[in-house]
DNA sequence: TTGTAGGCGTTATCAT
DNA sequence: ATGATAACGCCTACAA
């Protein structure tokens, strides 16, 4: 239980002041390279560790970056997650993931709780739930801010996501080119955007073609088990649809498991699209056609529009839209490749 | 750009002291209630925001810790991360996730910059290629550490996992049991644990059956698509074995995918078992037999160890094995359930 | 029950 | 090229 060391006890070690340590630590300022040396090599005969914290309270800036995701098990997030961490840690970046579980209240505090610990930026990717104070109170924190995926607290704040109405059309003009005219929607939770947005996109595309219409959409979280379930409802209760459009590819999956229990014959009949094309979705039995979004490109542009803002803190709030493509695979009806 | 809010200052507009407006923060100390009430009024009026730093400096602690993961895209070690979160979040602990994407340099520098931050607390997953250097440097931090499901780095420091060695048993066991003699063993990186381990409980079983043996085994990345051109490969090479023990699902995934679009045939005939029992294993045509390890389990208990070692600095490190349980489907040869 | 004073470890400013 | 000194915002004795 001894003593920390400090940087005054290297200065000390080394024969300089505290001042002149501090600049060898930081590479910073005009010291002899002999300077440089001597204190170093006290540095390390101590065991001196940077104390981040402190620097922090006297600099009051951190060098730590928020995030905030909804929940981990989304494969497509955790993509975004990734480039966003690395693309900051080449700027010296600490990343600082915090998860929601899509709980409104434990967003609140872990936004709190970040604020506290005085990140220098922050990205958001809203639970649901989320209201129109949280996004109030985000745009108040004065803390440079991004919001991405879902747009839902994306009020003043910079929003960095993808086009899902283009999505949703995308995957209709695909299946209505096979003929497809009694569509379902399944999965996507209720009140947020990508699902509405999705929606919309699938709707206009229908909305060109006579016949064509939406006969279906059940909304729920958008996981394997879930969409097996619902899907296995929706085939004993109503008319087969042509096709089902799902929230994502785990949806998907679902979809597929619930097919083979309930109605094996229409497995090779309904024609299914996703949305995010993870890597298990080439895999599947049939490989699932998915509109791709790239989390990864999401996690680069995120971080470029974040240290925009902390690099200027007068920048406007911008707008980033990717447009998403569709993977075409055999989900679809397509043969294979 | 105001000056921020301090103590101080909601002390003043509440006519009290700084050491009273601290208390009121804290819920501490015994104060009369209408004190209490006032000054958190004027917090309110003035829209103070708590500064943990300056509080960390000062109490030297900071109600964090922090995990290093090798790479968030396995889905197992993300359930391990969410209870983990959430066991630590009711005591108010906030962690601070980092990932090393299984580059030992990246862990290194997240470690430095962990221990920079002064986390109250550690836990490591650690990466592919780490080192007893690595895990003596943990060590030495002095940070209470667990680490987790690799024993990699678990020199000195508390270890939690799961026992492989029973793991790998289990699997043969009741592939041998269906009557499989040839088996490969697919996937996991060399040199980490739980490959090894595995394998060494899946020979142990086999090598009690005589004729029974394992005729090959690749290792590599566990993931999807690297398993899907390892099980091509090893169809097109050499004489097909009766089972094939994957890694973790998503290297069943792979294995059902080069199947179907090399030997067809051969999807009935070869048997699969793999590890981890994630959401989709049971989705999956065959459903997956897996060994299943329940990370938020794993979670919990990390949490658990983790505070003890936390709240008494002279605890000794302890192992604790959990025990797997192999959760049967189909693809192991079984009738539906 | 409340106030005073000093310090946690670093960095910025101004001298020298 | 280097040093002295004063913050940064909070907490903890101890005193009143």
Known sequence: MNKR??????????????????LVIRDAGNLADS???????????????????????????????GLILPDPAYAFMGE??????????????????ANAFEDPQRQERLLRALIENQVDGLVVLPALGTDEAFADRLAATGIPTVVTI??????????????????????GEHLLAHGCRQFVYL??????????DRMTGLNAALARVPGARLVAHRPGPALGRWARDAAARLLAEGPVPDAIVCHNDPVAFGVYRALRDVAPHLVDRVRVVAFDDVDEAA?????????????REVGRRT?????????????????VLLQPELVVRRSCGCPAA
């Open 5 to 22: 060391v400090t940087l005054a006890d290297v200065a000390a070690h080394a024969g300089v002041s505290r001042a002149t340590a501090s």
């Open 35 to 65: 300077t440089r040396e001597r204190v170093r090599s006290s540095m390390l005969a101590l065991g001196y560790v940077y104390h981040r914290g402190a620097a922090s309270l006297r600099a009051s800036q951190t060098k730590t970056v």
């Open 80 to 97: 975004m997650a990734i480039s966003l961490e690395s693309a900051l840690a080449e700027r010296g970046l600490l990343l600082l993931t």
């Open 150 to 171: 879902r747009a839902e607290a994306a009020h003043r704040t910079t929003y960095v996501g993808i086009d899902n109405v283009r999505g949703g059309e995308l995957a």
């Open 187 to 196: 999965g996507g939770l209720v009140g947020l955007r990508p699902r509405q």
């Open 283 to 295: 895999l599947w039995e049939p490989p699932i056609s998915s509109v791709a979004a790239n989390g």
């Open 303 to 319: 971080a470029t529009a974040l240290l925009r803002l902390m690099d200027d803190p007068l920048a406007e709030p911008e707008v």
